[in-house]
């Protein structure tokens, strides 16, 4: 596995759900997630625990989740720049459905490749958060439906073409998303401008 993973159970009030996570970046081997909270440590912070004023006896009678805990994410290593990719899966801890997930490393871009039960889902974004006019181009393995994702894009039109097909989808990018989205099968998919 490339990732670094936690479970995280909500039982309060009769709750079952569970949260998943997976940190793709950093790299597993470089990766430490550990508990942060408790008594007195509910909101810490660098050393300094921040007030939550929420009346303790609301708590009881309401579903609200004021915060006692949380898992940090950090590198093991230090660097003079880190990057985080996590994951995060919601679902009922009485049927779990825990999907695979991997990181996707693709030039100046990084993202992750989610298998769902009918689909596989891509994300895909730059390192440096700029948006590009470069083409893209990704590889679609496997071979069922694909919802591909690509974010940091130039706004305009794009074109994703399916390598050795005469398959496209023409893609509208907005100012506001800067992202592309389409659905195609499994093959290698370049967009470009």
Known sequence: MDSASAVVDCTQHGNSGRLILDT????AANADLGKVGGAGEEFWV???NYANDVDPTRLERTSIEAGAWRIGVSPKAAAAEDLFLNVMQVT???SPSRWPVRRLEAGERV??????AEAAWFVLMRRDRQRS???VTLIIPGGRPS???VTDLTPG????RREGSAETRDLAVDEDSGAAWFEGPAGTWTLSR
Request: with cysteine; aromatic share 8%; hydrophobic share 40%.
């Open 147 to 149: 919802r591909i994702l």
């Open 46 to 48: 660098f050393g300094r």
């Open 157 to 160: 039109q794009w074109h994703a």
């Open 92 to 94: 009922d801890r009485q």
């Open 111 to 116: 993202g992750c490749i989610i298998e769902g």
């Open 24 to 27: 793709l970046l950093p790299l």
């Open 133 to 135: 006019a470069e083409p």
